[in-house]
């Protein structure tokens, strides 16, 4: 899922090293057989989500405004909360965190925690603030949903711990990701991540 990337990105969510991935997961329907329909979605569990806390060196400007529609609101709500999460991860420097394994799973949650393992491994975090935009959601009958967002890493930075140095970069045309994220709804009525592909420097972005 989410790049594992042997040198360092600048992506909160990974991806940014201009390669493009693909976690094969829900992207196809198999035989082009018809999904018999899922049972009824159960309402979302308030106690049941992660609590995340922000971190003072992050911020981040969600420009994803809600549809209206339920499921594709709480698609977009999800997904914000688990870009968080995996960033939680790297500024609490573990791989194993609890918050973002409660949105990602199989593949997608092997792949971002070889991303985040990258960072623990380099002994560094991230820093700056992360734009996120352009989003489109779709939902399925069948309980799977697919979200597009782009993301701008213009004023995201790396930090590494060991002597607080911030690795500054210029913003080019692959400071700018695109997403492609397939999710399941689980059986608590969240929304879990399968896989993700990202783009760096994709057309579809540019400003």
Request: aromatic share 8%; charged share 25%.
């Amino acid at each position: 899922m989410l790049s594992a990337a042997v040198v360092l990105t600048l992506s909160s969510c990974g991806g940014g090293d201009g390669s493009e991935e693909s976690d094969e997961a829900g992207r196809a329907e198999v035989g082009g057989r018809t999904p018999s329909p899922a049972p009824p979605a159960p309402e979302p569990s308030r106690t049941s989500r992660p609590q995340i806390s922000p971190s003072a060196d992050l911020s981040y400007a969600f420009e994803w405004p809600r549809t209206g529609d339920k499921e594709k609101d709480a698609v977009l709500t999800d997904s914000e909360q688990s870009i968080r999460a995996v960033d939680l991860a790297i500024v609490k420097q573990d791989a194993l965190d609890g918050a973002y394994l409660h949105y990602y799973k199989g593949e997608a949650a092997s792949g971002t925690q070889e991303f985040i393992q990258n960072y623990v491994d380099q002994e560094a975090t991230i820093t700056g603030s992360y734009r996120f935009y352009a989003p489109q959601v779709t939902v399925r009958k069948d309980g799977t949903a697919s979200f597009t967002y782009c993301e701008d890493q213009g004023k995201a930075y790396v930090k590494y711990l060991r002597n607080n140095e911030v690795r500054k970069t210029e913003i080019t045309a692959k400071s700018y990701v695109e997403y492609r994220t397939s999710l399941k709804r689980g059986g608590d009525g969240e929304w879990k991540i399968r896989g993700v592909s990202s783009q760096s420097g994709s057309a579809a972005c540019q400003p």
